[in-house]
């Protein structure tokens, strides 16, 4: 079945530094991507999605990379503010319904 | 433009009771999925409806039921309630046609004591 797994279950980022967060996936049928944002207390939030005929997609401060080679996708965020203290989940879907499935999350914590 | 919504915000029973969720989604969307977010993990997928059938069912047991009406929205079931059913129960919608991104709610803390 698939899993999916987050290399890191804390990351502990300087104000300003940037962010990587990285994910990886084991179902090579996979073919949609998403990572979400989670603060405490509230429901996942939508950060940017990829699908598996990309390799790099650039949002607003947020670039995610996609390596289907190594079944890795990554997000990186850009001059890490205190608003992106979270926890980030990877979400990956491999079926025609969009089924998501979650890795454990990576707590970022920004630190000034 | 409201996203997806989900009532109650929280709300606690006790073991062997019965609890019904609800979830309004994002307007324009037509497709509800349900997860249950344990804490300190990912939310693991419990169903999906499209169409007011249920399309895909993830790894649990029939105590967990739904439903999806005409308009949409949907509820989730859970008999016969477990302590191990304690958690943040989230609604997510999504449009079936382009499958795209799934926006979620804020979530139900359920707890049962």
């Known amino acids: 079945g698939e899993s999916v797994g987050l290399h890191l279950p804390t990351l502990s980022v300087q104000e300003g530094d940037n962010s990587i967060i990285n994910c990886a996936y084991s179902n090579s049928a996979s073919d949609y991507f998403i990572w979400y944002k989670q603060e405490s207390g509230k429901g996942p939030q939508f950060i940017i999605d990829i699908r598996s005929n990309m390799d790099k997609r650039q949002g607003q401060r947020v670039t995610v990379l996609l390596n289907k080679t190594v079944k890795h996708l990554s997000l990186q965020i850009a001059a890490t503010q205190p608003g992106d203290s979270a926890v980030y989940f990877c979400?990956?879907?491999?079926?025609?319904?969009?089924?998501?499935?979650f890795g454990a999350g990576t707590q970022v914590v920004v630190t000034p | 433009d409201a996203g997806v919504t989900q009532s109650p915000t929280h709300l606690i029973k006790t073991r062997g009771q019965q609890v019904t969720l609800r979830c309004s989604p994002k307007s324009g969307h037509d497709t509800v999925s349900w997860y249950q977010q344990a804490l300190g993990q990912g939310p693991q997928f419990i169903f999906q409806?499209?169409?007011?059938?249920?399309?895909q069912r993830g790894n649990f047991p029939d105590r967990f039921s739904g439903h999806q009406f005409p308009n949409y929205s949907s509820e989730l079931n859970v008999n016969a309630l477990l302590l191990g059913d304690s958690a943040l129960y989230l609604c997510?919608?999504?449009?079936?046609?382009?499958?795209?991104?799934?926006?979620f709610g804020q979530g139900t803390r359920l707890t049962v004591v």
């Open positions: 997510a919608s999504s449009l079936r046609a382009g499958r795209t991104e799934a926006f």
């Open positions: 979400a990956v879907s491999g079926d025609s319904w969009g089924k998501l499935q």
């Open positions: 409806y499209y169409e007011e059938e249920e399309r």
